[in-house]
């Protein structure tokens, strides 16, 4: 840190909550000149910060915080709208529906809704590669089947989850619900863009929404 930021720390900690107002007064500065000092601080957890409230010492080092709401943050928390065709559709139909979806992973469905398989952009791509064939060849053919699919519920942490995509070396898990030891209904998707999405959010969530807020 700075000196400048620690006299901010200091300051914070003997009289916070404080605006950045009287920050700034405090240290006979403006409110613009403390404001890439004040997001720091917040950014890295050193402050924390609440509307028309102010800034607060957290007590904690900066690495703390974002650690403690990765071991909450459940899968239900960031799950997206699953990307799927049907067991009967063909290879030709599955390659239009990840292209217009733009997604890399697809989950199959049995007649029964149930998940019965997974497609990803290799298995397309292995599948149309010199076939000619493509509107015929249902995806049941090349779709990896269960067991043999890792999947995710909408309470497991997100920390667990992450570790199963890059253990199993995987784009996406399905998020299901079990309504049988062999039957999965289908309810949601995770993927590395998730993840990402993730690690964004975790590192802006203590960051103020607007600065003139906390004034």
Do not use: H
């Amino acid at each position: 840190m700075t000196s400048r930021q620690e006299k901010i720390l200091e300051i914070v900690k003997q009289e916070g909550p404080i605006t950045g107002e009287k920050i700034a007064e405090k240290l006979s500065l403006t409110r613009a000149t403390l404001r890439p000092d004040l997001a720091i601080l917040t950014m890295v957890g050193f402050l924390g910060a609440r509307p028309r409230v102010g800034y607060y010492y957290t007590g904690k080092a900066g690495a703390e915080i974002p650690l403690e709401q990765l071991k909450n943050i459940r899968v239900k928390d960031y799950q997206s709208i699953p990307v799927v065709v049907k067991e009967s559709d063909s290879v030709y139909d599955a390659i239009s529906t990840m292209f217009l979806e733009d997604v890399g992973t697809i989950f199959v469905l049995d007649a029964k809704s149930n998940l019965a398989g997974v497609l990803s952009r290799k298995d397309l791509l292995r599948a149309s590669l010199g076939n000619q064939e493509l509107e015929s060849m249902p995806v049941s053919i090349i779709m990896t089947r269960m067991p043999n699919i890792t999947v995710c519920y909408k309470d497991d942490l997100m920390i667990e989850v992450c570790k199963r995509l890059i253990e199993k070396q995987i784009d996406a898990l399905p998020v299901v619900n079990r309504k049988s030891p062999r039957e999965f209904e289908v309810i949601g998707r995770i993927t590395k863009t998730t993840t990402t999405k993730l690690l964004v959010d975790l590192v802006n969530r203590d960051l103020p929404l607007k600065e003139e807020k906390y004034d």
